[in-house]
């Protein structure tokens, strides 16, 4: 049986998975929230807040480039900062994709609500389980094309969403052909109508809408062509963030005041309804049910990967680098779903908070995530100087990058709503210290008896 992953995401699996991963929930349902909190300013903490996981994703690419392996940043840790660096942010990125798959699950339950009110939430939860583990269990190019249509959907919704409100704007419609200007942008008390504190102050929340977007470090080990695929797909990153969250939320704010947001329901569902997009409430549930198909689609990808990966260095069981005739690493899809099960529960015990829960608490294991990224990558250039696809700027970009994650952790711990992420993602961190150095790579009685079975003669 093959033990290796398969080469076969072409170039558009590759794009689209870096673009399905900006455009979520955050955008259709949470970009609300920061509106309220920055105001019109809130597009500036998207650039700002783009241009770092920019810096983030470019960084990663460069290490993909010169090494597509399997596990990306978990694997660069372990190679580049030591073993247990590797061991602690693959484990915790596993979690982390664990939490968020639960977290897109009964986001999928939700939206679903809204159609079938009296189908218990659980019922989706596990029907989203088992629709996506089908999937995952193919092979990897089904999983490409899954996600390459789940995030055209989102591409075009939003298109259209940037059409029609420009249309509004400058040409009057759906306003009696009336141009609407752009005066709301600055009409209700300026563009930081809560000075510069509630522009940073909403930073924290903006970072974490591209969560996810390092899905494209995962998926090197089985692009056809990494050295052409990584770059153009990190390389779009930046101008797609700006046309698609920039662009969406300066149309929004220009066609409704700012503090208007949010209060009559979804943004996009009021400007397709003004345009005369008849069910406008159905079709943008659509679309956010096929947003948190996508995010869970890519969270069982990851998370089985990263499995395989540290199965492939003896940091767990040898069984998980086992993969199918189609390189599909199956036990590790299989643990993962397991484990994704446990949100069917939580979804049974409490309906009405696991999704806010979920996502509070795995904002530490993001930023983990991120930092260690910018950490391999300052070791990468040290020793192997500038590769075939070199963040520019390093190594002031890097460090710039790093004391930005640095203060999204202190919001993190500034802000009671999100406190616990620093309390939970500390105890899983020395969690996995405690197993690492008890029954995992770094016991010392492992490491004499794995040297005694390396000289012993063995079978020949």
Same mark, same amino acid.
């Not at 995401?9 to 689209?16: A, D, E, G, M, Q």
């Not at 600055?186 to 390092?214: C, D, K, N, Q, R």
């Given at each position: 049986m093959n033990q290796n992953l398969q080469r076969r995401l072409l170039p558009r699996h590759i794009t689209f998975m870096a673009l399905g991963m900006a455009i979520g929930t955050g955008l259709f349902l949470g970009s609300a929230s920061t509106i309220q909190m920055a105001g019109p300013s809130v597009l500036f903490a998207y650039m700002i807040g783009g241009l770092?996981? !920019?810096?983030?994703? $470019?960084?990663? +690419?460069?290490?993909? =480039? %010169?090494?597509p392996v399997a596990g990306s940043f978990s694997s660069y840790a372990h190679r580049y900062l030591g073993p247990f660096a590797g061991y602690v942010t693959g484990w915790n990125y596993w979690l982390l994709m664990v939490g968020v798959g639960m977290a897109e699950s009964t986001g999928v339950a939700i939206y679903m609500h809204l159609w079938f009110p009296d189908i218990p939430q659980w019922v989706w939860v596990l029907a989203s389980v088992l629709m996506i583990g089908s999937l995952n269990l193919m092979t990897v190019l089904v999983y490409g094309e899954m996600e390459f249509w789940f995030t055209m959907i989102k591409v075009v919704t939003v298109v259209l969403m940037i059409l029609g409100g420009a249309g509004m704007i400058w040409l009057g419609w759906g306003n009696g052909g009336q141009p609407m200007g752009l005066g709301n942008l600055w009409s209700y008390g300026g563009w930081f109508p809560h000075g510069v504190t509630g522009m940073v102050l909403a930073l924290p929340v903006v970072v974490f809408a591209f969560g996810g977007i390092e899905t494209v470090g995962m998926a090197a080990a089985e692009a056809a062509q990494p050295e052409r695929t990584i770059p153009s797909a990190v390389n779009s990153v930046l101008w797609r963030i700006l046309i698609f969250y920039v662009g969406a939320l300066f149309v929004i704010m220009a066609i409704y005041p700012w503090n208007q947001i949010g209060t009559q329901g979804s943004p996009f569902v009021t400007t397709f309804d003004r345009l005369g997009i008849a069910h406008a409430a159905g079709v943008i549930n659509f679309v956010l049910i096929t947003a948190a198909l996508s995010g869970f689609n890519s969270t069982t990808f990851s998370g089985s990967r990263m499995l395989y990966s540290l199965a492939t260095k003896g940091q767990a069981?040898?069984?998980?680098?086992?993969?199918?005739? %189609? +390189?599909?690493?199956?036990? +590790? =899809? /299989?643990?993962?779903?397991?484990? *994704?099960? =446990?949100?069917? =529960?939580?979804?049974? *015990?409490?309906? $009405? $908070?696991?999704?806010?829960?979920?996502?509070?608490?795995?904002?530490?294991?993001?930023?983990?995530?991120?930092?260690?990224?910018?950490? @391999? %990558?300052?070791?990468?250039?040290?020793?192997?100087? @500038?590769?075939? !696809?070199? *963040?520019?700027?390093?190594?002031?970009?890097?460090?710039?990058?790093?004391?930005?994650?640095?203060?999204?952790?202190?919001? /993190?711990?500034?802000?009671?709503?999100?406190?616990?992420?620093?309390?939970?993602?500390? @105890?899983w961190v020395l969690l996995l210290t405690a197993t690492y150095f008890t029954w995992g790579p770094g016991n010392p009685r492992r490491e004499r008896e794995g040297c005694s079975a390396a000289v012993s003669p063995g079978e020949g």
């Amino acid at each position: 049986m093959n033990q290796n992953l398969q080469r076969r995401l072409l170039p558009r699996h590759i794009t689209f998975m870096a673009l399905g991963m900006a455009i979520g929930t955050g955008l259709f349902l949470g970009s609300a929230s920061t509106i309220q909190m920055a105001g019109p300013s809130v597009l500036f903490a998207y650039m700002i807040g783009g241009l770092m996981i !920019f810096i983030i994703m $470019r960084a990663l +690419g460069e290490m993909a =480039v %010169h090494d597509p392996v399997a596990g990306s940043f978990s694997s660069y840790a372990h190679r580049y900062l030591g073993p247990f660096a590797g061991y602690v942010t693959g484990w915790n990125y596993w979690l982390l994709m664990v939490g968020v798959g639960m977290a897109e699950s009964t986001g999928v339950a939700i939206y679903m609500h809204l159609w079938f009110p009296d189908i218990p939430q659980w019922v989706w939860v596990l029907a989203s389980v088992l629709m996506i583990g089908s999937l995952n269990l193919m092979t990897v190019l089904v999983y490409g094309e899954m996600e390459f249509w789940f995030t055209m959907i989102k591409v075009v919704t939003v298109v259209l969403m940037i059409l029609g409100g420009a249309g509004m704007i400058w040409l009057g419609w759906g306003n009696g052909g009336q141009p609407m200007g752009l005066g709301n942008l600055w009409s209700y008390g300026g563009w930081f109508p809560h000075g510069v504190t509630g522009m940073v102050l909403a930073l924290p929340v903006v970072v974490f809408a591209f969560g996810g977007i390092e899905t494209v470090g995962m998926a090197a080990a089985e692009a056809a062509q990494p050295e052409r695929t990584i770059p153009s797909a990190v390389n779009s990153v930046l101008w797609r963030i700006l046309i698609f969250y920039v662009g969406a939320l300066f149309v929004i704010m220009a066609i409704y005041p700012w503090n208007q947001i949010g209060t009559q329901g979804s943004p996009f569902v009021t400007t397709f309804d003004r345009l005369g997009i008849a069910h406008a409430a159905g079709v943008i549930n659509f679309v956010l049910i096929t947003a948190a198909l996508s995010g869970f689609n890519s969270t069982t990808f990851s998370g089985s990967r990263m499995l395989y990966s540290l199965a492939t260095k003896g940091q767990a069981p040898a069984a998980l680098a086992r993969v199918s005739v %189609h +390189g599909v690493p199956v036990r +590790g =899809v /299989l643990l993962t779903l397991a484990c *994704l099960l =446990v949100g069917v =529960v939580l979804n049974y *015990l409490l309906p $009405r $908070r696991i999704f806010e829960m979920m996502m509070s608490i795995l904002s530490f294991n993001t930023v983990w995530t991120w930092a260690m990224v910018l950490i @391999a %990558h300052f070791s990468f250039r040290r020793r192997s100087g @500038a590769g075939a !696809f070199p *963040l520019r700027g390093w190594p002031w970009t890097g460090a710039a990058c790093l004391l930005f994650l640095l203060f999204v952790v202190v919001m /993190l711990g500034y802000r009671p709503d999100t406190r616990i992420a620093l309390y939970v993602g500390g @105890a899983w961190v020395l969690l996995l210290t405690a197993t690492y150095f008890t029954w995992g790579p770094g016991n010392p009685r492992r490491e004499r008896e794995g040297c005694s079975a390396a000289v012993s003669p063995g079978e020949g």
